[in-house]
């Protein structure tokens, strides 16, 4: 993630250990949707993303605070990171840990809950990260910590890794995000009306709201379902990301039922989760009232992937102030002078100077080529077109695909 195009959005780092409430309060009267991710791209320096979720989750929180949403952000602390990539002289991609330090960062808040995660409870604590658009408006941002010196060593290490490693510790993060990020909202004080999931990692938050909606049912072979489910999609909204089978997390129920305990019958899991594997997408997707893709065609993908749910279309965006490169900002500045809070000017975008945008553009390229030459020693020509793949290398993000067709 690139240093912001100004100082315009920043975090409130912790002053000292004992932070009381007091931080939290001014929050708690307006804000009645919650925005549940297993990743967010904060800051830089704050690694808890690893790639486009937690960009948008991100700048989703800084385009909340653009227009005063009443909104709360959740997600994990991840205080060893996800991976620090690098390239080795034989070519090859070696992994690094990237730990930072939420003390420095982060403000704790004085509060702790605990979850059933197997047959110990599990103590969760907050940090708090606060988004400041320029205007003066703020959100506020849950960071879940389960390193506490209450819990046994392998629970303080729960929220360590993003995406840890192995089935078992996946769905233990998830069950920390989801149910104890319910209970935290609740302990801080926020009344929350709207839950939404940023992909299926959140789908467990809907567990608590199920057992808050348990209703009375007189024949349980015509109506197995003990929960009123309207009432928790009235509250669920649901945005699905991954148009790939293997970017959705399944989970053995006998491992869900080891770890989730009581928080739900395996029967009803099963009827909503999926007869097989507990999948979470299918988990979210019968639990929430609004369900969105991210692209029109990703849409339609992910409709064919899972028939007979109605799924919208809503595209990814980007917060423009984050970034657009200072030569670009200072370009839209001439023109369009409100550019950074109302987005919707650069619509008018072909109206600049076509010399000025060419100047602007070969100006970001430049100093791109002069940071890889400084970071690996290879100068490029400027002349030449330039292809960046500014994702993980992974093979599900499928990055030969340029490749496939030189001509």
């Known amino acids: ?4 195009a100004s100082d315009l ?42 790639g486009g979720l937690g960009m948008l989750a991100g700048d989703t929180a800084r385009s909340s605070a653009d227009l005063e949403l009443p909104i709360v952000f959740v997600t994990l602390a991840s205080r060893a ?17 990237d730990p930072w330090k939420p003390s420095e960062w982060v403000a704790p808040l004085n509060a702790m809950v605990a979850v059933a995660i197997g047959e110990r409870l599990v103590w969760i604590r907050p940090w708090l990260f606060t988004v400041v658009c320029p205007l ?74 199920l057992r ?6 007189d024949n349980h072979e015509q109506d197995p379902i003990l929960y009123d489910i309207d009432r928790v999609r009235e509250q669920c909204v649901f945005t699905t990301h991954t148009p790939v089978e293997s970017g959705h997390d399944k989970f053995s129920y006998d491992l869900a039922g ?10 009803q899991l099963k009827l909503l989760g999926g007869d097989d594997r507990l999948n979470m997408t299918r988990l979210a997707l019968n639990l929430s009232g609004y369900v969105n ?3 029109s065609r990703h849409a339609e993908t992910a409709s064919r992937m899972f ?63 002069a940071t890889i030459a400084q970071t690996t020693d290879v100068a490029m020509d400027p002349s030449i077109p330039l292809i960046g793949f500014a994702r993980r290398m992974t093979g599900y993000k499928r990055p030969d695909l340029l490749f496939e067709d030189i001509e």
């Open 1 to 4: 993630m690139p240093r912001l």
């Open 9 to 50: 959005y920043s975090g409130k780092a912790a002053e000292s250990s004992s932070i009381l409430m007091s931080i939290i309060e001014p929050f708690l009267a307006r804000t009645d949707i919650a925005y549940f991710s297993m990743e967010i791209a904060l800051r830089p320096e704050i690694h808890t993303y690893s």
């Open 81 to 97: 990171g996800y991976l620090r990539q690098a390239i080795s002289p034989d070519g090859w991609q070696i992994d690094h840990p």
């Open 136 to 209: 003066g408006h703020h959100v506020p941002v849950i960071l879940l910590d389960t390193d506490v010196d209450s819990n046994e060593v392998s629970d303080r290490r729960i929220t360590d890794r993003l995406y840890g490693d192995g089935e078992s510790d996946r769905l233990k993060q998830e069950i920390v995000l989801g149910i104890g990020g319910v209970r935290m909202l609740r302990a801080l004080g926020f009344e929350i009306s709207t839950y939404h999931l940023n992909e299926g990692h959140a789908a467990l938050l809907t567990l608590p709201l």
């Open 212 to 217: 808050r909606y348990r209703r009375r049912t």
């Open 258 to 267: 080891r770890l989730l305990g009581d928080a739900i019958e395996i029967d």
């Open 293 to 295: 893709g991210v692209a």
């Open 307 to 369: 028939p007979g749910y109605h799924i919208r279309a809503i595209t990814n965006g980007v917060h423009v102030p984050t970034w657009a490169h200072p030569g670009f900002a200072r370009l839209y500045q001439t023109m369009f002078p409100n550019w950074g809070h109302e987005p919707e000017r650069l619509t008018r975008a072909d109206q600049l100077d076509d010399e000025a945008v060419w100047e602007a553009h070969q100006g970001a390229k430049q100093e791109l080529l």
